[in-house]
T-cell receptor, first 115, second 114 residues
Framework: DSGVTQTPKHLITATGQRVTLRCSPR?????VYWYQQSLDQGLQFLIQ???????AKGNILERFSAQQFPDLHSELNLSSLELGDSALYFC??????????????FGPGTRLTVL | KNQVEQSPQSLIILEGKNCTLQ??????????LRWYKQDTGRGPVSLTI?????NTKSNGRYTATLDADTKQSSLHITASQLSDSASYIC?????????????FGRGTSLIVHP
């Protein structure tokens, strides 16, 4: 158990809908990262927040947004869902902003299925 | 465009045998390289991390090497066990201002047979 929690574990929805994925980082960690893992693309970095502020952006679509709250939990909002958004979404947390030895701990993931 | 290529895509070995997984990258500016193990349906777990100045790092039966000149890394698994069956992912991070942007390889799927 990494100490990172994600809810829900599974989510099934229809195209065009909007969903929210939630992540609680390990106690004491200030950074939260979101990743998408699909069968055809592998793992892709979406976005990083550090102590409530957005700090790095990867391949995140405009239909997707995230935020980190004062209690450091984070939410990833996915809107106007398409079939291709079906994937595993992972959240990870780390103690610091970055750096080579700033180890990230991954949560168990949320499996999103868009029908 | 930053890229990380891993080979082989999949590998089947017998329990107790050794194996080596490869990772080639074109990521700039290079900050660090990590190897992760990911069991099916679970989040990745870090095995090793190396910076530019390090060329070998071990974690139990896992040994990673890094050649920053040729931009290649390998992960050697010694005396494989059934529990080593998983996907092994190479991740190379680039420094971008005050942040670090990771690029992931597609992974090598390892199956260890008894």
């Amino acid at each position: 158990d990494s100490g990172v929690t994600q809810t829900p574990k599974h989510l099934i929805t229809a195209t065009g809908q909007r969903v929210t994925l939630r992540c609680s980082p390990r106690s004491g960690d200030l950074s939260v990262y979101w990743y998408q893992q699909s069968l055809d693309q592998g793992l892709q970095f979406l976005i990083q927040y550090y102590n409530g502020e957005e700090r790095a952006k990867g391949n995140i679509l405009e239909r997707f947004s995230a935020q980190q709250f004062p209690d450091l939990h984070s939410e990833l909002n996915l809107s106007s869902l398409e079939l291709g958004d079906s994937a595993l979404y992972f959240c990870a947390s780390s103690l610091n902003l970055g750096g080579p030895y700033n180890e990230q701990f991954f949560g168990p993931g949320t499996r999103l299925t868009v029908l | 465009k930053n890229q990380v290529e891993q080979s082989p895509q999949s590998l089947i070995i017998l329990e107790g045998k050794n194996c080596t997984l490869q990772c080639n990258y074109t990521v700039s500016p290079f900050s660090n390289l990590r190897w992760y193990k990911q069991d099916t349906g679970r989040g990745p777990v870090s095995l090793t991390i190396m910076t530019f100045s390090e060329n070998t790092k071990s974690n139990g039966r896992y040994t990673a090497t890094l050649d920053a000149d040729t931009k290649q890394s390998s992960l050697h698994i010694t005396a494989s066990q059934l529990s080593d069956s998983a996907s092994y992912i190479c991740v190379v991070s680039a420094r971008s201002g005050g942040s670090y942007i990771p690029t992931f390889g597609r992974g090598t799927s390892l199956i260890v047979h008894p």
